[in-house]
């Protein structure tokens, strides 16, 4: 398997949701496309190669088998170039994920786009940070709305 290759195109599709999240009017037929196309193919490339690897299926030369019990066990699975792969995926779709729900939840809330945006390049670049930062922001306007959700 061309690892080198996956790991590109994952980037090459999360960072089209992302643009299209951050510069691109939020029509219904887009946030559907950055939920399905976005996030459910990442989410299906990170299973297939999981379960290919773990199965044995995809063979993995450089990787041991999968220990998240110690630091050193995960560091073994980060030791391949499988390993590091199927790891970033993991970070791509979730992160997506939480950046797909930061836009939908600020336009719900009518918070303006010059504020969501440099949130989601946080979430893009650091997405716990950018996840906390946002929800310090729209705790006080989900206050006033009487909105929770």
């Known amino acids: 398997m061309d690892w080198a290759f996956v790991f590109g195109a994952v980037n090459l599709l999360a960072i089209t949701g992302w643009v299209a999240l951050i510069a691109l009017p939020r029509w219904p037929a887009l946030l559907a496309a950055v939920l399905y196309l976005g996030v459910g193919l990442l989410c299906l490339v990170y299973a297939t190669g999981l379960i290919g690897v773990v199965s044995g299926l995809i063979p993995n030369p450089q990787g041991g088998g999968a220990d998240f019990t110690t630091i050193a066990g995960v560091r073994a699975i980060f030791g391949s170039d499988a ?14 994920f939480v950046g797909l729900w930061i836009a939908r939840d600020g336009d719900a809330k009518n918070i303006s786009r010059w504020v969501q945006a440099p949130v989601l390049l946080a979430t893009l670049m650091a997405g716990p940070l950018g996840l906390g930062i946002w929800l310090l922001l729209r705790e006080p306007v989900a206050r006033r709305q009487g909105r929770f959700r």
Not at 83 to 96: K, N, R, S
């Open 83 to 96: 390993g590091v792969t199927i790891g970033w995926t993991h970070y791509l779709a979730f992160d997506l």
